[in-house]
């Protein structure tokens, strides 16, 4: 979101932001808004505000758990699709690969990008999340 609207990297915006993205390859997965995902029948309204209150009770659990071990959930993607029922479920893991996170104290990145931007392992950074939890984990 910084890039695609020329915000400065890590601003802490007021509120969540939920982006809707039409899981195409072939378009490269096009932001679409509610109208778009009724109309192509993708999800009813009232899905679409499930999916929207999951979006956010996750989001605020994860933020919360990081929040405890000194790491900052700085955005999130969660895929949402239907099972073989037709049933609209969370359709894919969430894990660091899926998430921005970076170090509360230092900034340092624990995510993917420290591949894209040539900061370091990832696997260093992932480990280093586990470890925070775990710690947290043991503590209790």
């Not at 929040?67 to 959930?73: A, D, Q, T, Y």
């Not at 990145?109 to 043991?138: M, P, W």
Request: proline residues 1%; glycine residues 6%.
């Amino acid at each position: 979101m910084a890039r695609i609207l020329g915000l400065e990297e890590g601003k802490k915006l007021d509120t969540t932001v939920i982006d809707l993205r039409y899981n195409n390859q072939k378009l490269g997965k096009p932001l679409i808004n509610r109208t778009r995902a009724v109309a192509l029948g993708l999800m009813t309204f009232e899905e679409l505000d499930n999916v929207t209150q999951t979006a956010m009770r996750i989001n605020e659990l994860l933020k919360q758990k990081f929040e405890e071990v000194g790491i900052i959930l700085v955005d999130m993607k969660l895929e949402f699709g239907r099972a073989a029922d037709g049933k609209l479920i969370l359709s894919d893991e969430i894990s660091p690969d899926r998430c921005r996170l970076w170090d509360k104290t230092t900034g340092e990145k624990l995510d993917k990008d420290r591949f894209r931007h040539d900061e370091g392992s990832i696997t260093e950074a992932y480990e280093k999340v586990y470890d925070a939890l775990n710690q947290n984990l043991c503590e209790k």
